[in-house]
């Protein structure tokens, strides 16, 4: 059983957006696929379509490792029309934490666990979900619509502070890594 810190603490704690993820880094951790959280980790929550910028990433991402969005989120339209200008497969309606629709994903990826980063903005759901499987852990800072007006994060602020209370290290540094392989025993 883990720990709330363990289930908490993300393996890489990257200072800035997911565009901050590189191949060299993904290769680094011995990455072979990622599973992306969408909502505020990829696009704005008021966006529906990805920004150049995030085609480009993924377009570079792409060459090094296999790409599978998962999202809370319960919108087709929004969810489907995101993962259509990426040109990657998606599951909606996930209920992370619920490992259910990763487990899915994984298995279309038909990668081990531990050679799949889970990259997310929110510690309760993406990194939680993620840790639970025993996958490597991406924690993001969230893309927010550059028209928002409010700039703080409220819930995700919330975790970070809990998170923190209960033991886990979130402070954002550069490419800091807590385990680079994880045990199989959990």
Not at 45 to 54: D, G, K, N, P, R
Not at 131 to 138: A, C, D, K, V
């Amino acid at each position: 059983m883990m720990t709330w810190t363990q289930l908490l603490q993300p393996d890489l704690i990257l200072e800035g957006s997911v565009l901050n993820l590189t191949p060299a880094m993904v290769e680094n951790y011995k990455l072979r696929g990622l599973v992306l959280d969408v909502d505020e980790t990829l696009v704005p929550i008021t966006v529906s379509q990805a920004s150049e910028e995030l085609q480009n990433w993924v377009e570079q991402m792409r060459t090094s490792v296999s790409l599978w969005l998962v999202s809370n989120n319960l919108s087709e339209s929004r969810i489907g029309s995101i993962a259509d200008s990426l040109n990657l497969p998606y599951y909606l309606g996930a209920a992370k934490p619920s490992r259910r629709k990763i487990r899915e994903a994984l298995t279309q990826m038909d990668l081990p666990v531990e050679e799949v980063g889970m990259v997310g903005d929110r510690l309760f759901t993406d990194v939680v979900a993620g840790n639970r499987l025993g996958m490597f852990t991406i924690f993001v800072e969230p893309i927010i619509h550059p028209d928002a007006h409010l700039r703080t994060h409220p819930i995700r602020n919330l975790e970070v502070w809990v998170s923190e209370i209960l033991g886990a290290s979130i402070s954002p540094q550069k490419q800091r890594v807590t385990k680079i392989y994880k045990s199989s025993g959990k």
